[in-house]
C-alpha cells in the first residue's frame, strides 16, 4: 500500500502534466479562438427576452483562419458566415492583421405548433499574425459565401529575391 509521501507525490506530478497539457493547449489555440461580447449596447434591445439571448451566447467561439503566402504576398482566409460585408473593420497593426465586427441578433417567434428561430451575435475581433511585413496600403478584401478574403502585398523592401549563385 502506498504511503502517504507516495500518494502526495503522485498527486503533485498529475497535476504537473495537467497544468502542462493546459498551457501547451492555450498556447496552440490562442489564436484560433475568438472572443465573442455583447459589446457596449446591452441596453439596446428593448426586451429582457433579447437581452437573455445576447448573454447567454456571449462566449468564446472558434473562427477557423488559413494564412499562406508566396513571393509577392500574404493571403488570409477567414471563416465568418451570416455576415454583411460593411460589419467586417480592418486594420493591420505591427505584425498582425486584426479582423473584428460585430453579428446582430435576430429571432422569430410563431405561436399555433410552436416555432421559435433564435440566432445570437455579438461583437468579435481577432488578431491573425502575419509572416512579413506588409503595404497595407494596396490591401484587397473580398467577402462571399461566408469566407472573408484579405490579399496582402508583401512590402518591396521584404519580396524574396531569386538569385543564381555559382559554385567553384
Known amino acids: 500500500m502506498a ?3 507516495q500518494l502526495k507525490q503522485n498527486i503533485g ?3 504537473e502534466y495537467l497544468a502542462e497539457g493546459w498551457d501547451s493547449l492555450t498556447r496552440r489555440a490562442t489564436h484560433a479562438i475568438t472572443r465573442f461580447t455583447t459589446g457596449d449596447n446591452k441596453d439596446k434591445y428593448s426586451d429582457d427576452e ?3 439571448l445576447a ?3 456571449a462566449g468564446w467561439g472558434v473562427m477557423a483562419a488559413e494564412v499562406f503566402d508566396d513571393d509577392d504576398r500574404v493571403i488570409v482566409r477567414l471563416e465568418a458566415p ?8 480592418l486594420q493591420v497593426i ?4 486584426i479582423v473584428s465586427g460585430e453579428k446582430r441578433i435576430q429571432r422569430e417567434h410563431t405561436e399555433g405548433h ?4 433564435e440566432c445570437a451575435y455579438g461583437r468579435f475581433e481577432r488578431a491573425i499574425g502575419l509572416p512579413d511585413e506588409v503595404d497595407s496600403e494596396k490591401a484587397q478584401a ?7 478574403r484579405i490579399e496582402l502585398p508583401k512590402s518591396s523592401s521584404k519580396r524574396s529575391k531569386r538569385i543564381k549563385v555559382e559554385i567553384s
Open 142 to 148: 473580398d467577402y462571399k459565401n461566408g469566407i472573408l
Open 94 to 97: 505591427d505584425d498582425a492583421l
Open 114 to 117: 410552436y416555432h421559435v428561430k
Open 13 to 15: 506530478h498529475a497535476w
Open 82 to 89: 451570416g455576415m454583411d460585408k460593411k460589419e467586417f473593420d
Open 55 to 57: 448573454y447567454r451566447n
Open 50 to 52: 433579447h437581452k437573455e
Open 3 to 5: 504511503t502517504f509521501q
